[in-house]
């Protein structure tokens, strides 16, 4: 019965990205912009976990707090959930989802929320290699999305 809830909610959060009223952290009476950026890979929990996260960095310049589901239990930088945040591709003139989410998800366990004017490191989808640009989709619990200037993984720090 989990499975068939946790579906649905990835299900349900899909649509809400497809269907959203916003661009780019601009949202009903929101002002300004939530800016996201590629810091690199998580090396060190490629190490632990062998797995690799893309660690980004997320200013929310925006009138209202940003909030989104995470993993937030053990040490470390907070995990946003898979659901909320899609790593895309640019394929010829349109943007592509770069990782599928195959397997069964777990839900998370918390919410991360930055506050106007803050700034948080977060990891999110697994860092791909090969050709870009990329960018990060991000969609924040009142259905905001946030979405990052392209960057490339080869030429990011």
Known sequence: MNRIKDVALIALAALTVASGTAVSGECGHQRGRAVIAYLGNDAERERDWNYVYGK??????????????????????VVLHPSIATLQRQ????????????E????ADGVVEIAPGEERVLLASQAQRG???????????SGCRVISQ???FETSQ
């Open 131 to 141: 050709a870009g640009p990329y960018r990060l989709r991000l969609l924040d619990r």
């Open 91 to 102: 394929s010829e003139r349109r943007w592509i989802d770069a990782v599928a989410i195959i």
């Open 150 to 152: 392209p960057f490339s």
């Open 56 to 77: 980004y960095s997320i200013r929310n310049n925006t009138s209202k707090p940003l909030a989104f589901p995470a993993y937030t239990a053990g040490a470390g930088p």
């Open 104 to 107: 069964h998800v777990d839900p």
